[in-house]
């Protein structure tokens, strides 16, 4: 695992301990779900700049985290 998984684990980890049914139901906004799905549809189709590259980054980093502390939260649910 890299030093930057190994963080954001920590990290989620933490999130899920504070607040594990606030976690759980997190989603993203509409409009950021809408700016995901345009700049992944740009990446399928090479026309992505490499501003927008690295927001994509961005959020997809954003999810693993969010993704991690889900799955740490459920486990404190015991569900």
């Known amino acids: 695992m890299t030093a930057s998984v190994l ?7 933490l999130m899920a301990d504070i607040m594990p ?3 759980l139901s997190f989603k993203f906004s ?3 779900q809408k700016r995901i799905f ?6 399928k189709k090479g026309i992505i700049t490499s501003a927008e590259s690295e927001e994509l ?9 969010i993704g991690l502390a889900k799955a740490r939260a459920f486990q404190a649910l015991g569900k």
């Not at 963080?7 to 980890?13: L, T, V």
């Not at 980054?57 to 985290?65: G, P, S």
Request: hydrophobic share 30%; charged share 25%; proline share 0%.
């Open 57 to 65: 980054e961005k959020y997809l980093t954003y999810d693993l985290l």
């Open 21 to 23: 049914q606030q976690i």
């Open 7 to 13: 963080a954001q684990d920590q990290i989620a980890s």
């Open 38 to 43: 345009s700049l992944t549809t740009k990446k």
């Open 30 to 32: 509409g409009d950021i």
